[in-house]
């Protein structure tokens, strides 16, 4: 089993005026170890409007400095929203090329329909759209890295014309894909498809064994394939999965504080049964007013990888168990000094056994699926556009409303640049 970070830059109030820049940098230097202690990913979610909650609204510009300052840790999009509103799949495919590249092919690419009404109709989405719209999205998205040209599509959400989409990714076809699953219906529609299950596992590793299961069956019997890179994978997040390790349990638990449970409190407000104002509702003050009321709100003893080096590998050798390929382990709100010196005590204690394991797990998986990959791949449904005009072409000037509008802004500017050229001769020439 692979074990993972995930970040959703919680930044709880109150703030002061320089927050949210060292919150960022908190995280670099906190991936930098993460990368030099063996951590497999790092997950990284994209959110929008959800203050206190998420400060994650541009994930491909973190990953792109995390890049920079890491040689090994995969660089995971936790995931992006592919509705076109918020992220057109031609500029999906051009910035997760351009980290593919930055980070020398270190790019997963999770996906996610957005599900809370802040996000939503913020985009002025309609929920009924949004599956359709991801499942556009993605096959344009994945068609744009590996189209050359991308021959265009029309279809109930998104349309574009022909056009040659750079840069490509240098993993070929394309990064691993993968799709957010809350549901276990969502993760068969994900086995059905050959992609990687971000599962959001909230029921401990009894019952996850039973998704993992699940999750392979449904892939042997009836994926019917369209992106060109399989990633049979199930990959396994949950509201008990909150890391803070330490020299003993009872350090830990200190410095994991009451902040543990605010991940799934965030959930519970912004998407099932809070009232937001923006910029007015205080999310951490009716975090700590619940936990008030009910203290298991705030996690404790054995509900995360929480502890001791020891009480942390016992935590997690149940999730290994399991059978889920990779555990995500989620970051505490402003807690960097902690969660450094988890990474750290992760690294020297808790990851080499794991690594050792997952290096013969992977082998032995490829080995057993080669069968069932075969049989898959004989079921694939071809993803293909139309058949590329070799007498198309653009340019020109844009026009608009039925050829009344002429963009003009070029022609005048270089007009302007003519003109100095001009002008500059002209000068050249008088002061020979």
Same mark, same amino acid.
């Given at each position: 089993m692979k074990i993972s970070l995930f970040y959703e830059f919680a930044l709880p109030r109150p703030w002061v005026a320089d927050d949210e820049r060292q919150m960022f940098q908190d995280g670099l230097d906190e991936v930098e170890a993460a990368d030099k202690a063996g951590f497999s990913t790092v997950w990284l979610t994209e959110h929008h409007f959800l203050e206190e909650y998420c400060h994650s609204t541009a994930p491909e510009m973190f990953l792109a400095a995390a890049s920079q300052r890491t040689? *090994? &840790?995969?660089?995971? =999009?936790?995931?992006?929203?592919?509705?076109?509103a918020i992220n057109h799949p031609a500029? &999906?495919?051009?910035?997760?090329?351009?980290? *593919?590249?930055?980070? $020398?092919? !270190?790019? /997963?690419f999770g996906t996610g329909e957005g599900s809370s009404v802040g996000e939503l109709d913020g985009f002025n989405i309609d929920p009924a759209d949004k599956r359709g719209q991801w499942e556009e999205?993605? @096959? +344009?998205?994945?068609?744009?890295?590996?189209?050359?040209? =991308? #021959?265009g599509f029309k279809g109930n959400h998104i349309q574009m014309p022909a056009r040659n989409v750079v840069p490509k990714p240098?993993?070929?076809p394309h990064p691993p894909v993968w799709v957010a699953c809350t549901r276990p219906s969502s993760v068969q529609m994900a086995a059905q498809k050959g992609i990687g299950a971000l599962s959001f596992a909230y029921t401990g590793p009894g019952p996850l064994a039973e998704r993992v299961r699940g999750y392979y069956q449904e892939f042997e019997d009836k994926a019917e394939p369209t992106i060109p890179q399989l990633n049979p994978n199930i990959l396994a997040i949950g509201g008990d999965l909150?890391?803070? +390790?330490?020299? #003993? *349990?009872?350090?830990?638990?200190q410095r994991l504080g009451v902040g543990g449970g605010f991940f799934s409190f965030g959930i519970m407000h912004y998407y099932m049964t809070g009232q937001h104002t923006p910029g007015r509702t205080g999310v951490w003050d009716r975090y700590l007013e619940a936990v008030?009321? @009910?203290e298991t709100l705030a996690y404790g003893?054995?509900?995360?990888?929480?502890? %001791?080096? *020891?009480?942390?590998?016992? =935590?997690?050798?149940?999730? /290994?168990? %399991?059978?889920? @390929?990779?555990? &995500?382990?989620?970051? $505490?709100? !402003?807690?960097?000094?902690? #969660?450094? /010196?988890?990474? /750290?005590?992760?690294?020297?204690h808790v990851l080499p056994e794991f690594i050792e394991r997952d290096a013969k797990q992977v082998a032995a998986k490829a080995k057993r699926l080669e069968p069932i990959i075969e049989k898959v791949e004989a079921r694939r449904k071809p993803l293909a556009g139309p058949a590329f005009d070799e007498n198309y072409s653009f340019g020109g000037l844009p026009t608009g409303r039925g050829g009344t509008f002429t963009a003009s802004e070029i022609p005048e500017a270089m007009a302007e640049i003519n003109e100095g050229r001009v002008q500059a001769a002209q000068r050249a020439k008088d002061e020979q």
């Open positions: 040689k *090994d &840790i995969r660089l995971g =999009f936790g995931v992006m929203h592919l509705p076109p500029r &999906i495919a051009e910035r997760v090329s351009s980290l *593919d590249l930055l980070s $020398n092919g !270190r790019v /997963e999205s993605l @096959d +344009v998205a994945i068609r744009c890295m590996i189209e050359e040209p =991308f #021959t240098v993993q070929s909150s890391m803070m +390790v330490a020299p #003993t *349990d009872e350090q830990a638990l008030k009321e @009910d003893p054995g509900r995360g990888a929480i502890g %001791s080096p *020891d009480t942390v590998r016992e =935590f997690l050798r149940g999730y /290994e168990e %399991s059978g889920v @390929d990779e555990i &995500i382990l989620l970051l $505490n709100p !402003r807690s960097h000094e902690g #969660t450094m /010196e988890s990474i /750290e005590l992760m690294g020297k």
